[in-house]
T-cell receptor, first 110, second 115 residues
């Protein structure tokens, strides 16, 4: 079945860039998503990329997709303390079934 | 515009008791999803509705879990009887349609603790 993997933790200093990585196995993935989850809250959609794109930029967020290696990354420029959260990578294969990774906890230190 | 609404936000029950969660999707969204999120993990799909029809319930443990979306709008997820291992966050999401390009929007979730 589909599998999505992420590293568990990332710690950065405020003002630095954060890069969160994700690998997936489903070669039929059409859309790949990044969601943010703050403590006690639901998932907030940050951005997504269509599988025929290599890169997408949205303000401080840059998504890179290497379809050959099935590797997705999310770069957050000028990381702020408000960016501290858990970030989930997710992919859709057939239909609209989302398969999520385990999440990466981002900690932003002063 | 209101987002996905879920209630209650928190629920504590004893094992073997029944429990129900309610979800109201974003207005106009035909597709509704229930996800289970265990601690330290990503959400996993339990059931997906297109209007009032359950089109994917393969991951729903049907011996104790049931769901309904009678009028194709709001939905209820029930567990009867609850077990200790059911302690988790139950997330509801909705999307305009069911295609892979349709973005899913999530509610805040219901945190269930079974004692």
């Amino acid at each position: 079945g589909e599998d999505v993997e992420q590293s568990l933790f990332l710690s950065v200093r405020e003002g630095d860039s954060s890069v969160i990585n994700c690998t997936y196995t489903d070669s039929s993935s059409t859309y790949l998503y990044w969601y943010k989850q703050e403590p006690g809250a639901g998932l907030q959609l940050l951005t997504y990329i269509f599988s025929n794109m290599d890169m997408k930029q949205d303000q401080r967020l840059t998504v890179l997709l290497n379809k050959k290696d099935k590797h997705l990354s999310l770069r957050i420029a000028d990381t702020q303390t408000g960016d501290s959260a858990i970030y989930f990578c997710a992919e859709t294969g057939g239909g609209n079934k989302l398969t999520f990774g385990t999440g990466t906890q981002l900690k932003v230190e002063l | 515009e209101a987002g996905v609404v879920q209630s209650p936000r928190y629920k504590i029950i004893e094992k073997k008791q029944p429990v129900a969660f309610w979800c109201n999707p974003i207005s106009g969204h035909n597709t509704l999803y229930w996800y289970l999120q265990n601690l330290g993990q990503g959400p996993e799909l339990l059931i997906r509705y297109e209007n009032e029809e359950a089109v994917d319930d393969s991951q729903l443990p049907k011996d104790r879990f049931s769901a309904e979306r009678l009028k194709g709008v709001d939905s209820t997820l029930k567990i009867q009887p609850a077990e200790l291992g059911d302690s988790a966050v139950y997330l509801c999401a909705s999307s305009l349609g069911a295609g892979s390009q349709e973005t899913q929007y999530f509610g805040p979730g219901t945190r269930l603790l079974v004692l």
